[in-house]
């Protein structure tokens, strides 16, 4: 029963698709397409504006969901970056986190789904076992 309480105070809340699409996403697209134009002067001075909020806002809702934040620094660090930051690193690794979130949710379900089988299995083959008034025989085949 402890084991179960600790569980459900460590785990983290999910990140939604829509929340993902609201918060950090919009911030992250408009400062890649800022960095278009930051090869001219001008451009690069907005252009690392843009970097410092598109930087802050990401990574203080990853600190908020209590995922790990560095990836998302990292790739805001490397669009500080001139002739680099043409490329969408934040908005990448935004999505790729959002994707590694999503995998370990499905890869946390699969782990129940295969428990809840384990403990049906055990109980009916002590139901078996009962009502033949025999020992329980394994029920896996053994390996090949």
């Known amino acids: 029963m402890e084991d179960e309480d600790k569980k459900i105070g460590d785990e983290k809340p999910p ?11 919009p ?15 001008v451009g690069a001075v907005v252009s690392w504006v843009c ?3 598109a930087m802050a806002i990401p990574t203080l809702w990853l600190i908020w969901k209590g995922r790990r934040a560095e990836w998302m620094a990292i790739a805001s660090a490397v669009e500080f970056i001139l002739a680099v930051d043409v490329i969408p690193w934040r908005t990448v690794t935004l999505l790729i986190l959002y994707a590694q979130d999503k995998k370990h949710l499905a890869l946390e379900r699969m782990g129940r789904v295969g428990e809840a089988v ?24 053994p390996p090949k």
């Not at 990140?15 to 996403?25: A, D, F, V």
């Not at 403990?119 to 009962?130: D, S, Y």
Request: proline share 4%; glycine share 6%.
């Open 51 to 53: 970097d410092i909020i």
């Open 118 to 141: 384990e403990k049906a299995e055990a109980v009916t083959t002590r139901a078996v076992a009962k009502t033949a008034g025999a020992k329980a025989a394994p029920t896996r085949m």
């Open 27 to 41: 911030g992250v697209v408009l400062a890649d397409l800022v960095d278009l134009f930051s090869l001219t002067g």
């Open 15 to 25: 990140i939604y698709l829509i929340e993902l699409i609201l918060i950090p996403l």
